[in-house]
């Protein structure tokens, strides 16, 4: 095979390669491979569950539940665990946290004060999103909430209280999703 040739078949197979990199990620993530944010923090997670939202026919997002251990529905907020959320549509930042807060209250009331603060703390965290980018909470007991933004840590919101609102949102017997609850918390009674 002459050089010419030789040069042109590597740089076909270079730029096949360069090409299938976005297939080989959506690849791994179906197949459950733990997202590197959730490896550095909880080296022995295991894909507890996942789920598709859609809203109105719009896929929104598929979210991913990651756990240290087992969970059951009662008990959740107890252990370690991380909510990867991977977005199939584009949505602003702002948006997605007074939506968040809005799930949080179908849990019970938040004092004005409270419901201030952590509206102003997920504006921060929460940045807009396109398509396939993702946003990971981690829920460490005992200490927060931090929130990872393509696997960059964004923030930390400190307390029990907003980490168990935060993460009810998909994992309460309140959630507006129970169908979806019910996959992440991968069906344990």
Known sequence: MSHSKLTRRHLLLATASTLSWPWL???SAQAGALPPEVATEMPTARLNGSARLRVWGFQVYDARLWS????????????PL?????????LEGR???ERSLKEMRRQGDIAPATAERWLA???KLFPNVNEGDRITGMLQPGLGTSIFFNGQLRGEVRGDDFSRRFFGIWLSPQTSEPAMRDALL????
């Open 82 to 90: 991380a909510l990867e959320l991977h977005y199939l549509r584009s």
């Open 68 to 79: 240290a251990g087992p969970l059951t529905p009662a008990d959740w907020a107890q252990s």
């Open 186 to 189: 991968g069906g344990a009674r």
């Open 121 to 123: 703390e997920m504006n």
């Open 95 to 97: 948006a997605i946290a």
């Open 25 to 27: 990620a959506r690849a």
